[in-house]
Protein backbone atom coordinates (compact mmCIF):
# COMPACT_ATOMS: atom_id res chain seq x y z
CA UNK A 1 0.00 0.00 0.00
CA UNK A 2 1.20 3.67 -1.03
CA UNK A 3 2.36 5.90 1.98
CA UNK A 4 1.57 9.45 0.67
CA UNK A 5 3.46 12.65 2.24
CA UNK A 6 1.58 16.41 2.35
CA UNK A 7 3.60 19.18 3.66
CA UNK A 8 2.69 22.58 4.55
CA UNK A 9 5.19 24.50 6.58
CA UNK A 10 3.63 27.44 7.85
CA UNK A 11 1.17 28.78 10.10
CA UNK A 12 -1.93 27.12 11.46
CA UNK A 13 -4.57 28.63 8.58
CA UNK A 14 -1.89 27.70 5.97
CA UNK A 15 -2.53 24.50 7.01
CA UNK A 16 -6.01 24.52 7.49
CA UNK A 17 -6.43 25.55 3.93
CA UNK A 18 -4.12 22.23 2.99
CA UNK A 19 -7.21 20.17 4.12
CA UNK A 20 -8.91 19.54 1.07
CA UNK A 21 -5.49 18.50 -0.52
CA UNK A 22 -4.97 16.18 1.78
CA UNK A 23 -8.21 14.39 2.07
CA UNK A 24 -7.69 14.70 -2.18
CA UNK A 25 -4.14 12.18 -1.54
CA UNK A 26 -6.16 10.32 1.37
CA UNK A 27 -8.85 9.12 -1.16
CA UNK A 28 -5.82 7.55 -3.58
CA UNK A 29 -5.79 5.20 -1.02
CA UNK A 30 -2.73 4.33 1.51
CA UNK A 31 -1.82 6.43 4.86
CA UNK A 32 -1.03 9.97 4.29
CA UNK A 33 1.81 11.66 6.74
CA UNK A 34 1.45 15.70 7.04
CA UNK A 35 5.11 17.16 7.85
CA UNK A 36 3.87 20.47 9.31
CA UNK A 37 6.19 23.08 10.88
CA UNK A 38 5.84 24.11 14.78
CA UNK A 39 3.33 26.23 14.57
CA UNK A 40 1.09 24.34 11.92
CA UNK A 41 1.15 20.87 13.87
CA UNK A 42 -2.03 21.29 15.92
CA UNK A 43 -3.53 21.72 13.08
CA UNK A 44 -2.45 19.56 10.86
CA UNK A 45 -3.00 17.10 13.64
CA UNK A 46 -7.19 18.15 13.35
CA UNK A 47 -7.07 17.46 9.65
CA UNK A 48 -9.59 14.51 8.14
CA UNK A 49 -6.92 12.20 5.84
CA UNK A 50 -4.14 12.93 7.99
CA UNK A 51 -3.02 9.49 9.92
CA UNK A 52 0.00 11.05 11.37
CA UNK A 53 2.15 14.33 11.87
CA UNK A 54 5.90 14.80 11.48
CA UNK A 55 7.46 18.48 12.72
CA UNK A 56 9.97 19.49 10.46
CA UNK A 57 11.17 23.18 11.96
CA UNK A 58 12.41 23.94 8.43
CA UNK A 59 14.81 27.05 8.30
CA UNK A 60 13.74 28.35 4.62
CA UNK A 61 9.81 29.11 6.16
CA UNK A 62 9.50 30.93 9.28
CA UNK A 63 9.96 34.45 9.08
CA UNK A 64 12.49 34.15 11.86
CA UNK A 65 14.09 31.42 10.84
CA UNK A 66 16.33 29.19 13.27
CA UNK A 67 20.08 28.49 12.00
CA UNK A 68 20.18 25.45 10.01
CA UNK A 69 20.83 22.44 11.77
CA UNK A 70 22.06 20.13 9.57
CA UNK A 71 21.90 16.89 12.57
CA UNK A 72 18.06 17.97 12.88
CA UNK A 73 17.52 18.00 8.97
CA UNK A 74 19.22 14.63 9.05
CA UNK A 75 17.21 13.08 11.16
CA UNK A 76 14.33 14.26 9.12
CA UNK A 77 15.79 12.55 6.25
CA UNK A 78 15.96 9.50 8.23
CA UNK A 79 12.83 9.55 9.57
CA UNK A 80 10.83 9.75 6.29
CA UNK A 81 12.99 6.98 5.00
CA UNK A 82 11.73 4.69 7.55
CA UNK A 83 8.60 5.42 6.48
CA UNK A 84 8.73 4.04 3.39
CA UNK A 85 7.18 7.09 1.53
CA UNK A 86 6.74 6.65 -2.27
CA UNK A 87 4.67 9.67 -2.99
CA UNK A 88 4.72 13.29 -1.92
CA UNK A 89 2.84 16.73 -2.47
CA UNK A 90 4.80 19.96 -1.23
CA UNK A 91 2.38 22.73 -0.75
CA UNK A 92 3.89 25.98 -0.29
CA UNK A 93 2.38 29.97 -0.71
CA UNK A 94 3.88 31.76 -3.98
CA UNK A 95 6.59 33.27 -2.54
CA UNK A 96 8.55 30.01 -0.97
CA UNK A 97 10.05 27.41 -3.39
CA UNK A 98 9.22 23.79 -3.06
CA UNK A 99 12.89 22.66 -3.83
CA UNK A 100 14.26 22.49 -0.33
CA UNK A 101 11.91 20.46 0.90
CA UNK A 102 11.84 18.26 -2.63
CA UNK A 103 15.78 17.89 -2.12
CA UNK A 104 15.28 16.06 1.52
CA UNK A 105 12.22 14.02 0.25
CA UNK A 106 15.01 12.82 -2.84
CA UNK A 107 17.25 12.00 -0.40
CA UNK A 108 14.80 10.05 1.74
CA UNK A 109 14.33 8.17 -0.89
CA UNK A 110 10.61 9.32 -2.09
CA UNK A 111 10.31 8.18 -5.51
CA UNK A 112 7.80 11.12 -6.60
CA UNK A 113 7.57 14.12 -5.75
CA UNK A 114 4.98 16.76 -6.76
CA UNK A 115 4.49 20.63 -6.05
CA UNK A 116 4.02 24.14 -7.31
CA UNK A 117 7.33 25.57 -8.85
CA UNK A 118 8.83 28.53 -11.07
CA UNK A 119 12.26 27.36 -10.31
CA UNK A 120 14.17 25.08 -12.65
CA UNK A 121 13.82 22.07 -10.11
CA UNK A 122 16.18 19.60 -11.82
CA UNK A 123 15.77 16.41 -11.23
CA UNK A 124 14.02 16.99 -7.91
CA UNK A 125 10.23 17.19 -8.80
CA UNK A 126 8.06 14.60 -10.92
CA UNK A 127 5.28 17.16 -11.69
CA UNK A 128 5.99 20.68 -11.59
CA UNK A 129 2.60 22.28 -11.56
CA UNK A 130 2.38 26.26 -12.49
CA UNK A 131 1.66 29.00 -10.15
CA UNK A 132 -2.51 30.15 -10.79
CA UNK A 133 -2.83 33.81 -10.09
CA UNK A 134 -6.63 33.93 -10.45
CA UNK A 135 -7.04 30.87 -7.99
CA UNK A 136 -7.73 30.36 -4.27
CA UNK A 137 -5.09 28.90 -2.48
CA UNK A 138 -7.63 26.06 -1.84
CA UNK A 139 -8.03 25.21 -5.41
CA UNK A 140 -4.58 25.97 -6.27
CA UNK A 141 -3.60 22.88 -4.20
CA UNK A 142 -6.80 20.86 -5.37
CA UNK A 143 -4.86 21.75 -8.85
CA UNK A 144 -1.50 20.87 -7.46
CA UNK A 145 -3.19 17.41 -6.46
CA UNK A 146 -5.15 17.09 -9.49
CA UNK A 147 -1.59 17.12 -11.66
CA UNK A 148 -0.18 14.46 -9.78
CA UNK A 149 -3.62 11.84 -9.96
CA UNK A 150 -5.50 12.57 -6.63
CA UNK A 151 -8.56 14.17 -6.75
CA UNK A 152 -11.76 14.52 -4.44
CA UNK A 153 -13.83 11.59 -3.43
CA UNK A 154 -17.49 12.04 -4.96
CA UNK A 155 -19.65 14.03 -2.33
CA UNK A 156 -16.82 15.73 -0.98
CA UNK A 157 -17.14 19.63 -1.51
CA UNK A 158 -13.81 20.67 -0.64
CA UNK A 159 -15.11 22.62 2.12
CA UNK A 160 -12.72 23.27 5.14
CA UNK A 161 -12.79 20.34 7.60
CA UNK A 162 -11.26 19.43 10.90
CA UNK A 163 -11.98 16.39 13.31
CA UNK A 164 -12.11 17.68 16.65
CA UNK A 165 -12.14 15.72 20.35
CA UNK A 166 -14.85 16.24 22.45
CA UNK A 167 -15.04 19.22 23.93
CA UNK A 168 -13.60 20.62 26.82
CA UNK A 169 -14.09 23.84 26.66
CA UNK A 170 -17.65 25.21 28.59
CA UNK A 171 -19.40 27.71 26.14
CA UNK A 172 -21.17 30.73 26.54
CA UNK A 173 -24.72 30.11 27.84
CA UNK A 174 -25.93 33.14 25.67
CA UNK A 175 -25.47 33.47 21.75
CA UNK A 176 -22.34 35.14 21.03
CA UNK A 177 -19.87 36.75 18.75
CA UNK A 178 -16.53 35.89 18.80
CA UNK A 179 -13.69 39.11 17.85
CA UNK A 180 -10.31 38.00 17.76
CA UNK A 181 -8.03 41.30 17.43
CA UNK A 182 -4.79 39.81 16.89
CA UNK A 183 -2.49 38.14 14.33
CA UNK A 184 0.82 36.55 14.00
CA UNK A 185 1.52 39.09 11.29
CA UNK A 186 0.89 42.71 12.94
CA UNK A 187 -0.37 44.28 9.41
CA UNK A 188 -3.08 41.74 9.27
CA UNK A 189 -4.97 42.42 12.83
CA UNK A 190 -7.55 44.17 13.46
CA UNK A 191 -6.92 48.35 14.19
CA UNK A 192 -7.12 48.05 17.80
CA UNK A 193 -9.33 51.46 18.29
CA UNK A 194 -11.88 50.10 15.89
CA UNK A 195 -12.04 46.87 17.25
CA UNK A 196 -12.38 48.33 20.83
CA UNK A 197 -15.55 50.42 19.64
CA UNK A 198 -16.89 47.64 17.75
CA UNK A 199 -16.68 45.73 21.21
CA UNK A 200 -18.62 48.32 22.79
CA UNK A 201 -21.27 48.55 20.27
CA UNK A 202 -22.17 45.27 20.17
CA UNK A 203 -22.40 44.76 23.93
CA UNK A 204 -23.90 48.09 23.96
CA UNK A 205 -26.85 46.59 21.38
CA UNK A 206 -27.11 43.75 23.44
CA UNK A 207 -24.77 41.06 21.84
CA UNK A 208 -22.88 38.70 23.87
CA UNK A 209 -19.19 38.98 22.93
CA UNK A 210 -16.00 36.66 23.89
CA UNK A 211 -12.77 38.54 22.55
CA UNK A 212 -10.47 35.77 22.49
CA UNK A 213 -6.22 35.65 21.96
CA UNK A 214 -3.34 33.77 22.75
CA UNK A 215 -1.17 34.43 26.14
CA UNK A 216 0.79 36.67 24.07
CA UNK A 217 -1.99 38.35 22.78
CA UNK A 218 -3.41 39.13 26.37
CA UNK A 219 -2.60 43.10 26.34
CA UNK A 220 -4.33 43.40 22.86
CA UNK A 221 -7.29 41.41 24.01
CA UNK A 222 -7.36 43.76 27.24
CA UNK A 223 -7.60 46.86 25.09
CA UNK A 224 -10.31 45.56 22.75
CA UNK A 225 -12.34 43.77 25.50
CA UNK A 226 -12.20 46.97 27.95
CA UNK A 227 -12.37 47.24 31.40
CA UNK A 228 -12.80 43.83 33.47
CA UNK A 229 -16.31 42.65 34.76
CA UNK A 230 -18.30 44.58 31.59
CA UNK A 231 -21.42 43.18 30.88
CA UNK A 232 -21.89 40.64 28.00
CA UNK A 233 -18.46 40.57 27.24
CA UNK A 234 -15.79 38.16 28.19
CA UNK A 235 -12.44 37.51 27.59
CA UNK A 236 -10.88 33.83 26.92
CA UNK A 237 -7.12 33.78 26.64
CA UNK A 238 -4.82 30.79 25.91
CA UNK A 239 -5.64 27.43 25.78
CA UNK A 240 -5.23 24.75 22.64
CA UNK A 241 -6.15 24.56 19.14
CA UNK A 242 -9.29 22.04 19.37
CA UNK A 243 -11.07 23.99 22.19
CA UNK A 244 -10.79 27.47 20.27
CA UNK A 245 -12.06 25.66 17.28
CA UNK A 246 -15.03 24.48 19.49
CA UNK A 247 -15.38 27.77 20.74
CA UNK A 248 -15.46 29.44 17.02
CA UNK A 249 -17.68 26.59 16.15
CA UNK A 250 -20.61 27.30 18.50
CA UNK A 251 -20.86 31.52 17.74
CA UNK A 252 -22.85 33.55 15.91
CA UNK A 253 -20.23 34.53 13.63
CA UNK A 254 -16.26 35.41 13.95
CA UNK A 255 -14.73 38.75 13.40
CA UNK A 256 -11.22 38.94 13.21
CA UNK A 257 -8.33 40.11 10.52
CA UNK A 258 -6.75 37.72 7.85
CA UNK A 259 -5.33 35.05 10.06
CA UNK A 260 -5.22 31.54 11.11
CA UNK A 261 -8.76 32.08 12.70
CA UNK A 262 -10.92 32.92 10.02
CA UNK A 263 -9.87 29.57 8.45
CA UNK A 264 -10.32 27.55 11.74
CA UNK A 265 -13.77 29.66 11.67
CA UNK A 266 -14.71 28.33 8.25
CA UNK A 267 -13.01 24.72 8.92
CA UNK A 268 -16.19 24.70 11.85
CA UNK A 269 -18.81 26.56 10.26
CA UNK A 270 -19.12 29.77 11.38
CA UNK A 271 -19.47 32.44 9.12
CA UNK A 272 -16.95 35.55 9.09
CA UNK A 273 -16.63 39.02 9.19
CA UNK A 274 -12.92 40.02 8.10
CA UNK A 275 -10.74 43.01 8.37
CA UNK A 276 -8.89 42.21 5.25
CA UNK A 277 -5.50 43.96 4.66
CA UNK A 278 -4.70 43.57 1.40
CA UNK A 279 -1.28 43.03 1.73
CA UNK A 280 -1.99 39.87 0.11
CA UNK A 281 -4.68 39.12 -2.51
CA UNK A 282 -8.62 38.65 -1.12
CA UNK A 283 -9.81 36.48 -3.69
CA UNK A 284 -6.86 33.94 -3.19
CA UNK A 285 -7.20 34.16 0.94
CA UNK A 286 -10.51 34.95 1.70
CA UNK A 287 -12.78 32.31 4.40
CA UNK A 288 -13.44 29.41 2.47
CA UNK A 289 -17.04 27.30 2.12
CA UNK A 290 -18.82 29.50 4.78
CA UNK A 291 -20.25 33.00 4.89
CA UNK A 292 -18.28 36.06 5.00
CA UNK A 293 -17.65 39.77 4.71
CA UNK A 294 -14.27 41.26 3.74
CA UNK A 295 -13.99 44.86 5.23
CA UNK A 296 -11.10 47.03 3.46
CA UNK A 297 -9.91 49.11 0.65
CA UNK A 298 -8.44 47.30 -2.17
CA UNK A 299 -7.78 50.80 -3.98
CA UNK A 300 -4.91 52.05 -2.08
CA UNK A 301 -1.87 52.28 -4.39
CA UNK A 302 -0.10 49.72 -1.98
CA UNK A 303 -2.18 46.82 -2.14
CA UNK A 304 -0.28 43.62 -2.38
CA UNK A 305 2.83 44.53 -0.55
CA UNK A 306 3.22 41.71 1.66
CA UNK A 307 3.88 44.16 4.63
CA UNK A 308 4.21 42.35 7.85
CA UNK A 309 4.24 45.91 9.76
CA UNK A 310 2.81 48.27 7.97
CA UNK A 311 4.43 51.59 7.35
CA UNK A 312 1.59 53.76 6.41
CA UNK A 313 0.24 55.59 9.08
CA UNK A 314 -3.40 54.77 10.28
CA UNK A 315 -3.29 51.66 7.82
CA UNK A 316 -5.48 53.33 5.06
CA UNK A 317 -6.76 49.84 3.52
CA UNK A 318 -8.50 48.88 6.60
CA UNK A 319 -10.32 52.15 7.18
CA UNK A 320 -13.49 50.50 6.25
CA UNK A 321 -13.39 48.56 9.28
CA UNK A 322 -15.65 49.98 11.78
CA UNK A 323 -18.17 48.93 14.62
CA UNK A 324 -21.06 50.31 12.28
CA UNK A 325 -19.26 48.38 9.19
CA UNK A 326 -19.35 45.30 11.26
CA UNK A 327 -23.22 45.06 12.39
CA UNK A 328 -24.27 45.68 8.20
CA UNK A 329 -21.93 42.72 7.77
CA UNK A 330 -23.84 40.66 10.38
CA UNK A 331 -27.17 41.49 8.94
CA UNK A 332 -26.09 40.75 5.61
CA UNK A 333 -24.65 37.17 6.95
CA UNK A 334 -27.77 36.62 8.55
CA UNK A 335 -26.35 36.32 11.85
CA UNK A 336 -28.11 39.25 13.48
CA UNK A 337 -31.35 37.27 14.95
CA UNK A 338 -29.35 34.75 16.48
CA UNK A 339 -28.43 37.25 18.51
CA UNK A 340 -30.89 38.65 20.44
CA UNK A 341 -31.04 42.45 21.23
CA UNK A 342 -28.03 43.22 18.48
CA UNK A 343 -30.53 43.23 16.04
CA UNK A 344 -32.78 46.41 17.55
Not at 194 to 210: C, F
Amino acid sequence: MTRHLVARLDNVGDVLLAGPAVRAVAASGGPVTFVAGPRGAAAAALLPGVDEVVVLDAPWVPFDPAPVDAVALGAFVDAIAGRRVEDAVVLTSFHQSPLPLALLLRQAGVARIAATCVDHPGSLLDVRHPYLAQLHEVKQSLSLCAAAGHRLPDGDDGRLLVDLPPAAVELPAAPYVVVHPGASVPARALPVGAAAATVDELARRGAHVVVTGSDGEAPIVAAVAGPPGRPRVEVRTGGDLAGFAHLLAGAAAVVCGNTGPAHLAASVGAPVVEAFAPVVAPHRWHPWGVPHALLYDARVPCAGCRARECPVPGQPCLEPFSPAAVVEALGRLGTLEALGEVAA
